[in-house]
Every structure is written in C-alpha cells, then in structure tokens.
C-alpha cells in the first residue's frame, strides 16, 4: 500500500522565522508532489507542486524534492501569522492514474 | 483556476436517510474526484467520477453506498446512502486537467453531520 507520512506536529515558528515541513513516502518510482494549505474550516488549497530532483522556489516557497531519498519538504521563508494552518502532501504515485494520497498533515503556528 | 462550487455547504441529517451533494464547475474539465475528510484527519478518495461511465471507487468504498453520477465535463453528484454517525465529515470534490501536470484543485466542501 502507498503510503505518505507527515509528522502531525503542533509546529510552532516564531514570525518571520523559516518554516520547514517534511513528507517522506513509500514508493521510489513517485512522479508528482504537491503542498496543499488547509486553514480550519476550508478546503486544501494548492500552494506548491514539484515534479523534478532539487528545489522549486515561488514567493516565500521552497519545495525541496529528493526521490533517491523518497522525501519531499516545504520551506515557507519569512514566516507570516497568516501562514498558520494545516500542511498536507500529496504524492502522485504512477503515471497516468491521477489519484492522491494524502498525507495526514502537519499543523504549523506561526507565533508572533 | 477552474470555479468549483459545492451544493449544500453543510447538511444535518437523520440516521438512515440519504444526501445528494451536487459539484459544478465553471469550465469543462477531464477528471473529478471525491474526496472524505474525517475530522481530524487527512483526505482519503472515494472514487473517480468518469463522464459517460460508472465511477471508480477506490478500496472500501461502493458504489451501493456512494453512487456518484457524472453526466458532463461539469457537474457530478455524489450521494451518501442509508447514513450513520460514522459517515459525519467534510465531502470534498476536486477537479484536474486543465494543468500541465494536472494539478487538483478542491471545491469548498460540504459539511455533513448525521444524527
């Protein structure tokens, strides 16, 4: 069975401080990683995807992905109260099928 | 990004009787999903909703207790059957296809809370 671990935290971060988050799975031939932000009460929203070794940077985003080493993580740089919520990684396992598996999520705060 | 909305936001409703919660989206797109969410935990998938097709329904879930209909590359329903307590939680659609790497993008949700 495919499978996505998340440490479930509580993460605290003082404001303005790097954030990092981390995602480990099970299968070595993965192709796609997402980060989904999920504030309470909302649906996920898409933030970051990652499909190729080494990082992908957008805004105060990093996603760092290592396929030799099955991790994928979220760097938010710069870290805002507004970041505070749930992080959820998705793993897209074979090519061609399309379904997600989730993570169980990492609930950051973001302290100021 | 495609609009997606969800109908109803949230429902309460009696053990034994059934939910049709309705996707639309503002665009055609190729996929849409069904998704769970227990409170407090992640999303697991219900099913797949092809166009034109019968669902593809992921392990232990069936299609007697979740029927999903699908019939453009807009709107798709998914109805939870006979209720229980155990079916309280978040049912989310989701729709992909209109990215390069077919990213998903969720709808907001419907909140549902069987007595």
């Known amino acids: 069975q495919k499978e996505v671990e998340q440490n479930s935290g509580p993460l605290s971060v003082p404001e303005g401080a790097i954030a990092s988050l981390n995602c480990t799975y099970s299968d070595r031939v993965s192709q796609s990683f997402f980060w989904y932000r999920q504030y309470s009460g909302k649906s996920p929203e898409l933030i970051m995807s990652?499909?190729?070794?080494g990082d992908k940077e957008d805004g105060r985003f990093t996603a760092q992905l290592n396929k030799a080493s099955q991790y994928v993580s979220l760097l938010i740089r710069d870290s805002q109260p507004s970041d505070s919520a749930t992080y959820l990684c998705a793993v897209k396992f074979h090519f061609g099928n399309e379904k997600l598996t989730f993570g169980t999520g990492t609930r950051l705060t973001i302290i100021p | 990004s495609a609009v997606i909305s969800q109908k109803p936001s949230r429902d309460i409703c009696q053990r034994g009787t059934s939910l049709t919660i309705q996707c639309q989206v503002d665009?055609?797109?190729?996929?849409m999903f069904w998704y769970r969410q227990q409170p407090g935990q992640s999303l697991t998938l219900i099913a797949t909703?092809?166009?034109?097709?019968?669902?593809?329904?992921e392990s232990g879930f069936v299609i007697d207790k979740f029927p999903i209909s699908r019939p453009n590359l807009t709107f798709s329903t998914l109805t939870v059957s006979n209720m229980s307590p155990e079916d309280s939680s978040i049912y989310l659609c989701?729709?992909?296809?209109?990215?390069?790497?077919?990213?998903?993008?969720f709808g907001p949700g419907t909140r549902l809370t069987v007595l």
């Open positions: 989701s729709v992909a296809g209109q990215g390069t790497y077919n990213e998903q993008f």
């Open positions: 665009s055609q797109v190729t996929m």
């Open positions: 909703a092809n166009q034109g097709s019968e669902a593809t329904y």
């Open positions: 990652i499909y190729s070794n």
